[in-house]
C-alpha cells in the first residue's frame, strides 16, 4: 500500500506544480507537462523504495520530491551534456 500512496503523492505534487506554473489551460496539454508528471510519478516510486515508512513527514518530503524532482534531474541531465568546443 505505501508504494500506490507514495506513488500518487509523487504524481500529486507534478500535478501542483503543472497547475501552478502553466500560464493557460494549453501550458498543461504540453508534452514537457506530461513529462513532469510520469517524472513526479516515477519519484515517488522511487520514493517509496527508499523510504518504506509511510507516515507524516515521508508522504510531504514525497509530494515536494514529486513537485520540484523532475527540475532537479532536468539540471543535472543539462550539466552533463557535453560542451562545445572553445566555449560556453
Do not use: Q
Not at 500506490?4 to 494549453?26: D, Q, R
Not at 515517488?44 to 527508499?50: A, I, K, R, T
Amino acid at each position: 500500500m505505501p508504494l500506490l500512496s507514495f506513488m500518487a503523492l509523487g504524481f500529486l505534487g507534478a500535478v501542483a506544480y503543472v497547475i501552478i506554473w502553466s500560464k493557460n489551460f494549453s501550458d498543461v496539454k504540453t508534452y514537457a507537462s506530461f513529462r513532469h508528471i510520469i517524472v513526479g510519478a516515477v519519484i515517488g516510486f522511487v520514493y517509496s523504495y527508499l523510504y518504506t515508512d509511510y507516515s507524516f513527514p515521508n508522504s510531504i518530503m514525497c509530494f515536494v520530491a514529486g513537485y520540484m524532482g523532475p527540475d532537479f534531474i532536468e539540471a543535472i541531465v543539462e550539466r552533463m551534456k557535453p560542451k562545445p568546443p572553445g566555449g560556453s
